[in-house]
């Protein structure tokens, strides 16, 4: 099992959270999604080694951004 925090942008509310939880966890192998609205700190956990492309695409798609 693997971990990996990112630092997403432009979340206000739970609907946000909810949105980026959703796309996140649509990825092969992501077991968790746990998100800090305040912070926008987004964990996630999952069986196999995630790419960071994909989760920054997931989050995108959600519309939002992955902090640089």
Request: with cysteine; aromatic share 2%.
């Amino acid at each position: 099992m693997t971990e990996h925090t990112w630092t997403v942008t432009g979340m206000t509310c739970e609907h946000c959270v909810a949105s980026v939880t959703e796309e996140i966890s649509d990825i092969d192998g992501v077991t968790d999604v746990a998100v800090d609205l305040p912070t926008g700190a987004v964990t996630v956990r999952s069986d196999t080694p995630l790419d960071d492309a994909a989760v920054r695409a997931a989050v995108a798609e959600a519309g939002y951004a992955v902090a640089a």
